[in-house]
């Protein structure tokens, strides 16, 4: 095996190569870690002469990663994260602590946990930085890619490597305008069915939890919108007669704007957990004890407030 000199390295290179291979894209990665575009492409360069490889390949799209940059992926993320973890190993100070913290959770979590997150981070760790990203299918992988330090959403199992822990739990709530026809009006099952409903589906993927629990009793509702997110949803609903069953913990948001009504749904819909999850790598580093510390903290606040 080659021995290599370690001298003629500079380590930074690994953090931008990182953040290309992230990114495939040079104006991106710069702006990701801070720095001008020519010197990202300086450093691309230095890479390439470094690992005897184009590394970044021109594309009818952009850039693609060429094979040994596929292969090196993984063995560059767990280097990166072992080297993160051991300067780690000193006292995290929250007060003096810079970069970035990378969630994962859905526009849902993110109403509901980010204005106490952040009060949090501003009393104790005013220098840290939140990137959040949209909750999807692929949140456990990004996890053990090392790409996300810890996501939020209903996450009902967790594989091994990967630890969870229950924050809240969410129940249902039947949302319509103010002015809605039927707003004043006991909400009842046949009621609950002559209405128009919307559907918010992130995924695309199996049956609402409503549509579910209809089956059982073998009822069927009308949906006659499919909305991409809540935000969206609740704006299409401010503006018509149609209504949405969603989390109660949103439905304050709209409520305390005064344009909104809820109501109970006339059926059995029980409960689902919101969790936080981590990869095990990181369960004794100090800088995400504090991260999960202040994540629970502000679900916390989240429920003291919906009350």
């Not at 995290?92 to 952040?118: C, I, K, N, Q, S």
Request: net charge neutral; charged share 25%; no cysteine.
């Amino acid at each position: 095996m080659r021995e290599v000199d370690f001298r003629r390295i500079d380590l930074n290179l690994l953090v931008m190569l990182e953040a290309l291979l992230d990114e495939k894209n040079v104006t991106r990665a710069a702006r990701r870690l801070g720095m001008s575009q020519p010197a990202a492409s300086r450093a691309l360069g230095r890479l390439r002469a470094l690992f005897a490889d184009a590394l970044l390949v021109d594309g009818p799209g952009g850039y693609f990663l060429s094979a040994r940059a596929e292969d090196m992926r993984p063995m560059l993320r767990s280097t990166l994260a072992g080297i993160s973890q051991m300067l780690e190993l000193s006292p995290f100070d929250p007060a003096t602590a810079t970069g970035d913290v990378r969630l994962l959770m859905a526009d849902l979590e993110a109403a509901v946990l980010m204005p106490h997150l952040l009060a949090r981070f501003s009393d104790e760790a005013p220098a840290l930085d939140l990137n959040v990203r949209a909750l999807g299918s692929d949140a456990i992988q990004a996890l053990e890619d090392d790409v996300a330090d810890a996501a939020v959403g209903l996450i009902d199992e967790a594989p091994p490597g990967i630890h969870r822990r229950r924050l809240y739990d969410e129940r249902l709530v039947t949302l319509m305008r103010a002015e809605h026809p039927a707003a004043r009006k006991k909400l009842t099952l046949d009621r609950f069915l002559a209405l128009d409903h919307m559907v918010v589906s992130i995924t695309g993927i199996g049956p609402a939890p409503v549509d579910a629990a209809l089956a059982l009793i073998g009822r069927e509702r009308r949906v006659k919108v499919r909305a991409p997110n809540f935000f969206a949803a609740m704006e299409i609903a401010a503006g018509s007669d149609l209504v949405m069953t969603l989390p109660l913990s949103l439905a304050h948001v709209g409520a305390a704007k005064g344009r909104f009504v809820s109501q109970p749904p006339p059926l059995d819909l029980g409960k689902f957990p919101m969790s936080l999850v981590w990869h095990a790598r990181h369960q004794d580093a100090p800088r995400h004890i504090w991260l999960r510390r202040a994540i629970v903290g502000a679900a916390r606040d989240g429920e003291l407030a919906a009350r």
